[in-house]
């Protein structure tokens, strides 16, 4: 398994960012490799995406949710393996951080050479710099989901 960890910090407050981050549905707009996904219940999210030229369905299911802490998911079936989790931090009451590790298995040999010169993690850092463009320009979120989803 390949190993990405990536933090950006924006400037909106820690539950601004956590509220839009739990708008599954509206990663398409900052996260470049997701076409789309549809969410089925609190839980539960189906995706789309196309990474090296590649396109992927696979599902996920948030394992860990805390409202301003925490989202963690894992795949549950699908042609993609990962894992991941995304906390966020009071940095003050306006500025917050947002950091993301992602867990997952290079498939081909296009993956496997990517991940070994860091296509991954500047995947990531891109998409976390989008995410802070994205909520910074909007100035608050689109929506929330306050849930706490135990461990």
Sequence with gaps: MAQIIETVDVDVPVSVAYNQWTQFETFPQFL???????????????????????????D????EQHPDERVAWNSTGGEADHAGVVTFHKLTDTTSRVSVQL???????????????????????????????????????????????PR
């Excluded at 219940?41 to 590649?54: L, R, S």
């Excluded at 040999?109 to 993690?121: F, N, P, Q, T, W």
């Design 103 to 149: 867990d997952w298995e290079p498939q081909g040999a296009v993956e496997k050479i990517g991940d070994l010169v860091g296509v991954g993690s500047h995947a990531v850092k891109k998409d976390l710099q989008n995410f802070k463009e994205f909520i910074e320009s909007a100035g608050s979120e689109s929506g929330g989901w306050r849930g706490d989803v």
């Design 60 to 63: 996920a299911e948030i394992t």
């Design 32 to 58: 470049d490799e997701v076409e789309s996904i549809t969410q089925s219940g609190d839980t539960h999210t189906h995706w789309v995406v196309e990474v090296a030229g590649q396109r992927r369905e696979f």
